[in-house]
């Protein structure tokens, strides 16, 4: 099984910044595609951006420009750096891997527990 633990949300004022980061752990034998995912109250979750094993990224309208997703292979770690915050960005965020578990282990799509991001005066 892979593991996924996020980090860094918090409460910032608009305009403000802050770097999540989402680490894997367990048998892991692949991390493919990695992503953050966000879920705000009443509303459906909703893809922030993604990126894949070579570093190719692709993100949501509503975040291009003040967001960036990156990865460190080496330590199974995704990171989503977030600037210009709004309040709109309000959520939980989640991040998610595309990974294969163990040499003979299937592949599948695991889960973070995720993290709160308030944006507020």
């Known amino acids: 099984q892979v593991q996924l633990v996020e980090s860094g949300g918090g409460l910032v004022q608009p305009g403000g910044s802050l770097r999540l980061s989402c680490a894997a752990s367990?048998?892991?034998?692949?991390?493919?595609?990695m992503a953050w995912y966000r879920q705000a109250p009443g509303k459906q979750r909703e893809l922030v951006a993604t990126?894949?094993?070579?570093?190719?990224?692709n993100y949501a309208d509503s975040v291009k420009g003040r967001f960036t997703i990156s990865r460190d292979n080496a330590k199974n770690t995704v990171y989503l750096q977030m600037n210009s915050l709004k309040p709109e960005d309000t959520a939980v965020y989640s991040c998610?891997?595309?990974?294969?578990?163990?040499?003979?282990?299937?592949?599948?799509?695991?889960w973070g527990q995720g993290t709160q991001v308030t944006v507020s005066l």
């Open positions: 998610n891997a595309d990974a294969r578990s163990g040499v003979l282990g299937s592949r599948n799509d695991y």
């Open positions: 367990g048998s892991i034998f692949a991390i493919y595609a």
């Open positions: 990126i894949t094993t070579g570093g190719s990224t």
